[in-house]
C-alpha cells in the first residue's frame, strides 16, 4: 500500500497516524480487462486507487463511437468526480484497460472519516484540485498538432500505457482512427522511431 499512502501524504496535510487510520478503510478490489469500476447511468459512491493496471475514462459518442478520455494509471485516483459530488447518475465509464488491482472506499466510510479525521476534508479538496491540473496539463497536447505528433508526444509522456494499453483505445484517445494509428506506427517502425 505504499503508493497509496504517498498519496495521502501529499502536501504533508495529515500526520501518519492519520494517514494509515484513513487507508486502512481502503478494501481491494480486482477487476479483469473490461471489466468496469463505474458504470454509465449509475451514481458514483467509490473511490478507487490503481495499485496496478491501467484503467480509462470513456463515453459513447451521439453516433455510437467509444471515446476515450483519459486513463487512470498506477498510483491515481479513479472516481467520476462529477457524479460523485452532484449524487447524478454518471456520464462516463470507468473501465479496466488490463487485469487491475484497485484499492477502494465507499462515499459513506470517506463520509465518515471526513467527520473523524482532522484536515481530511482539506487534504481531498487539495488532491481533487492537483488532480483536475494534471488532467488539463496531461491533455493539452491533444489540441495540437498532426496526428503524428501527437502520437510522439503520447510515446513521451506515457511510454508505459504504450506497452499496455490496446490500439483502439490510444487511437480513441488521440481523436484518430485505429487505421491511422497503424500507418504511423509502421512509418515510425521503419525509420527506427
Known amino acids: 500500500m505504499n503508493g497509496l499512502h ?13 494517514i494509515d487510520y484513513v487507508v486502512d478503510h481502503f478494501k481491494p478490489l480486482s477487476l479483469k480487462a473490461n ?5 454509465h447511468g449509475v451514481v458514483a459512491h467509490e473511490v478507487g486507487f490503481v495499485l496496478e493496471g ?6 459513447y459518442s451521439k453516433n455510437g463511437d467509444d471515446v476515450t478520455k483519459y ?18 447518475p454518471s456520464e462516463t465509464i470507468l473501465q479496466a484497460v488490463v487485469d487491475a488491482q484497485l484499492l477502494v472506499i465507499k462515499r459513506q ?16 479538496k487539495s488532491l481533487t484540485e492537483a488532480t483536475l491540473l494534471n488532467k488539463i496539463k496531461d491533455n493539452d ?4 498538432g498532426t496526428a503524428k505528433e ?22 480513441s484517445y ?20
Open 150 to 171: 501527437k502520437y510522439l508526444e503520447f510515446v513521451n509522456r506515457y511510454p508505459e500505457l504504450v506497452k499496455t494499453v490496446p490500439q483502439q483505445y490510444i487511437a
Open 35 to 39: 471489466e468496469n469500476f463505474q458504470s
Open 54 to 59: 491501467v484503467l480509462r475514462n470513456f463515453s
Open 109 to 124: 466510510v470517506w463520509d465518515r472519516l471526513n467527520e473523524e479525521v482532522p484536515k481530511l476534508y482539506i487534504l481531498t
Open 71 to 88: 486513463f487512470i494509471r498506477q498510483n491515481q485516483f479513479a472516481v467520476d468526480l462529477e457524479s460523485y459530488y452532484s449524487l447524478k
Open 6 to 18: 504517498r498519496a495521502m501524504s501529499f502536501g504533508g496535510i495529515l500526520p501518519q497516524q492519520s
Open 174 to 193: 488521440l481523436k484518430i482512427t485505429p487505421q491511422s494509428l497503424s500507418r504511423i506506427r509502421k512509418e515510425l517502425a521503419k525509420n527506427n522511431i
Open 141 to 144: 497536447f491533444l489540441n495540437f
